[in-house]
């Protein structure tokens, strides 16, 4: 049987987004969804045991969730990452900075009363383990803030969304349009971490035209792409099962290997009382 490579699903919204991920892959392959048609290149990560399915989905939330779900479904990826340009909000965020997202707020949610509105939050944490191999990449080099996520262009800082945000949501440091639909999509799966990682293109001002016929934009993604694969060099697979579940050269368990369904000590140490249960016999009786 050929060995199965682990898989992580890079998820872009724009072309520039796209591109400048895939900079970074070899050995391109192109794939297309079956039945639905999306298309992925899948490359590998040099240096690293990735593989990595790189899919251009579009702007928006619902968009971004659907694809997201489907991505899961079809190409079967152990972690998701999200990269993309973001509006900046706060004035210690500077263009051209990265932001990993550790917590992804949903802003439209609430109920509109006579007395104004009244928000009704939702919000989705970062995977431990992402994050973890993110602060491990990126120490010194991102920012670990939450972001704030709707289907809107935020380009006046003095309207009544960006106040509401302030209000509201006044941790985050950035605003975007798809990953409260990527998160969600993610933790109804159930099974693969999801990390966002943005770079920012602009100040979600009225500045925000100036500012990407600048070129902010293809440098807010490189940015962002170079730090996501940052992250990838740094996160390990998940072991596969049937294979040593730690490193036989640490723990209590020193030299020994997890097979299963059993562990074996030849040439392991191990330091206090050791006791082993059996939980079920196979069919020909021999207990094993």
Do not use: C
């Not at 591109?19 to 048609?37: F, S």
């Not at 985050?172 to 799966?189: F, K, P, R």
């Not at 440098?219 to 730690?246: D, F, H, M, S, Y």
């Not at 392991?268 to 069919?283: D, E, M, Y």
């Amino acid at each position: 049987m050929p060995e199965t490579k682990p898989t992580v699903a890079v998820l872009t919204a724009l072309s520039l987004e796209y591109d400048a991920v895939l900079a970074h892959l070899t050995d391109l392959e192109k794939l297309t969804h079956p039945r639905y048609g999306t298309k992925a290149k899948r490359g590998q990560l040099a240096g690293t045991p990735w593989q990595v399915a790189l899919v251009d989905m579009g702007e928006g939330t619902l968009t971004a969730a659907t694809l997201t779900e489907r991505v899961l479904t079809w190409l079967d990826p152990e972690a998701v990452i999200f990269v993309g340009v973001a509006g900046g909000l706060k004035d210690d965020i500077a263009i051209g900075d990265v932001v990993v997202a550790t917590k992804v707020y949903a802003i439209h949610g609430g109920k509109q009363t006579p007395d104004g509105f009244l928000t009704r939050p939702e919000a989705w944490r970062a995977s431990h383990r992402l994050e973890q191999a993110a602060k491990e990449a990126l120490r010194g080099k991102a920012h670990f803030k939450p972001i704030a996520v709707g289907d809107v262009v935020l380009a006046d800082s003095d309207s009544e969304l960006a106040q509401r945000i302030r209000t509201n949501y006044n941790d985050a440091v950035a605003i975007e349009m798809e990953s409260s639909g990527v998160a969600h999509a993610v933790q109804l799966a159930g099974e693969a971490g999801a990390l966002i990682i943005r770079g920012i293109s602009d100040k979600a001002d009225a500045d925000k035209s100036r500012a990407d016929a600048k070129g902010s934009q293809p440098r807010a993604a490189a940015n962002a792409a170079e730090a996501a694969i940052a992250v990838l060099r740094e996160l390990e697979p998940k072991p596969v099962p049937g294979q040593a579940a730690t490193d036989p050269r640490e723990g209590p368990f020193r030299g020994s290997t997890y097979g299963g369904d059993h562990l074996d000590f030849r040439g392991g140490t191990f330091n206090g009382t050791f006791i082993a249960k059996q939980v079920g016999h196979r069919p020909d009786g021999d207990g094993r």
